[in-house]
């Protein structure tokens, strides 16, 4: 019975054994799966992260690369005497100079050429400058990987100090934009891709009417507007209106992998030759320093809001270009709502959307910024940034400035005449009640219709006005400067507000903004 007894309980032990080694295999089974899960749910989410940071990565270096490279051809453009473009029209004696095609840049063009060596240089236009012999040419070239286009700047270096060194006569090559986009194809029967550089040598920058051509399937998504004088430099939309690419509303650039578009971002510019005014950095560091441009002057808070005229009047054009394009109505001071088809390159609102689109995008990440545009009641235009309300928002936080420019570009969206009249007092008002604002910079290009009780404005209006804003200022923690810019006109109540609140008066008459034509 003894023996009996001890083989039982050995196989009872034995049984323990294997199921508590059973168990322990068990719980081994479920920690190493669910380390694996952990594991792996670990590094989807690093691939997630890196993915994302990727992209916020490549978005802000696509945005710094734009702002540095246009920037510069900016600067050269409104420093230039004149620009050397094509044109299918030809020039007028004497003219030569300003063709692109003329003998005298073949030469030049030709060294561009070689030095932008496998990826080519197709011209756009040259920016002469009175310092040097030859134009400071730009053109476009294919990226190095092969997915997209560049701006490239070809010419004499430039120094540490601004100054064009050209004492070897020799030019120099240099990128100003990367990820210039490509035209896509978004039909059932998209053609055969080639290699860029196959579109780029048929692609043709001659203007004609003021524009270079829309764009082809694959070319360079860039198309240039230009004016009769040929001294404006402004990218528009590089396609026809047709549905299949009616989701693209300007030039832009594009960062691709080999399968997929990365990030996108339209490409706005205008700029002048031998503008006088001009956005410009007097203390060009990363802390921002100081902005001025023709419109806001002396920018250097960080608290700042921006409140415009986004009235009918302002659609009136101050630089007319060569021949005739779609019936469009305008302003036109003294005479009221015109409608004509003869071709406007630039109205005062495009050009206060230019300017305020640099300052936007050059503004420091850290400012924060408020938004407004005034007409009258019930009008278009009078509005605030919907996105962020009435408190002030720091433009380096994720989709603010992008959101900002937007806002500002969606001022001409509707036809003039739904624009409104100039009732500025709510937008003023709101302002002095934020007391986190220590600037206002204030645009109006004409006088008011009502004063601010409703009733009709006057000369008597002026000095009452710009009192009960200043008075304003005694109940605030922080003082409100009003910087104000008069548009077209002299305005006494402007000035008047912008002395009494330790503001900036600024005038702007059609010459500063561009040589127009008469008409």
């Not at 005298?104 to 400058?129: D, H, Q, V, W």
């Not at 960080?302 to 302003?331: E, H, I, N, P, T």
Request: proline residues 3%; hydrophobic residues 30%; negative net charge.
């Amino acid at each position: 019975m003894t023996r009996l007894h001890q083989l039982i309980n050995q196989r009872k032990n034995h049984k323990r054994r294997r199921e508590a080694g059973i168990v322990s295999m068990t719980e081994a089974m479920v920690a190493t799966v669910a380390t694996s899960l952990v594991i792996g749910a670990s590094a989807l989410g690093l691939r997630t992260t890196e993915t994302l940071i990727g992209q916020s990565t490549d978005k802000a270096t696509l945005r710094q690369n734009t702002t540095n490279g246009m920037r510069l051809m900016r600067s050269e453009i409104e420093r230039s005497i004149h620009l050397v473009v094509k044109s299918s029209e030809g020039f007028p004696e004497g003219k030569n100079h300003l063709d692109l095609s003329d003998s005298r840049y073949t030469n030049s063009l030709t060294t561009c050429e070689n030095l932008a060596g496998a990826g080519g240089f197709k011209p756009i236009f040259g920016a002469k400058m009175i310092e040097l012999t030859d134009p400071v040419f730009y053109g476009v070239s294919t990226a190095t990987n092969g997915l997209g286009y560049t701006l490239k700047r070809c010419g004499a270096p430039l120094k540490l100090d601004g100054n064009y060194d050209d004492e070897t006569e020799k030019s120099f090559v240099s990128t100003i934009l990367e990820d210039i986009g490509r035209i896509p194809c978004n039909s059932d029967e998209c053609p055969t891709e080639q290699e860029l550089g196959t579109y780029l040598t048929t692609s043709d920058f001659t203007f004609e009417q003021g524009f270079t051509p829309y764009r082809e399937v694959y070319e360079p998504a860039i198309r240039i507007e230009t004016d009769s004088n040929y001294k404006l430099i402004k990218f528009v939309d590089p396609t026809e209106e047709t549905p299949d690419n009616d989701n693209i509303n300007a030039s832009y650039l594009e960062k691709r992998s080999n399968t997929k578009s990365i990030t996108k971002k339209d490409l706005h510019f205008a700029a002048f030759a031998r503008a006088d005014k001009r956005v410009n950095d007097l203390d060009d560091d990363s802390n921002g320093g100081i902005l001025s441009g023709a419109f806001f002057q002396n920018i250097t808070s960080d608290r700042v809001r921006f409140v415009v005229d986004g009235s009918g009047s302002m659609s009136a054009c101050v630089l007319w270009g060569d021949g005739y394009a779609q019936w469009r109505k305008f302003y036109k001071p003294g005479h009221g709502y015109i409608t004509t088809n003869r071709r406007c390159a630039l109205t005062r609102m495009e050009s206060l959307q230019k300017e305020l689109a640099v300052i936007l995008d050059k503004l420091p990440d850290d400012t924060r910024i408020g938004l407004r545009s005034f007409s009258s009641y019930g009008y278009e235009n009078h509005k605030v940034w919907k996105d962020y309300g009435t408190k002030l928002k720091r433009l380096g936080d994720e989709g603010v400035r992008d959101s900002a420019i937007a806002f500002v570009y969606s001022l001409d969206d509707e036809t003039p005449s739904s624009w409104g009249g100039t009732d500025p007092w709510d937008a003023i008002q709101a302002a002095f009640n934020d007391q986190e604002t220590d600037a206002l910079y204030f645009l109006s290009d004409g006088k008011p219709n009502r004063d601010r009780n409703g009733g009709y404005w006057g000369s008597s209006d002026e000095d009452p006005t710009a009192n009960y804003y200043a008075g304003l200022n005694t109940g605030r923690d922080v003082v409100l400067k009003v910087h104000t810019t008069a548009l077209g006109l002299e305005s006494a109540w402007m000035e008047q507000l912008a002395e009494r609140t330790g503001g900036h008066y600024n005038e702007v008459d059609r010459d500063s903004i561009g040589d127009a034509t008469s008409g």
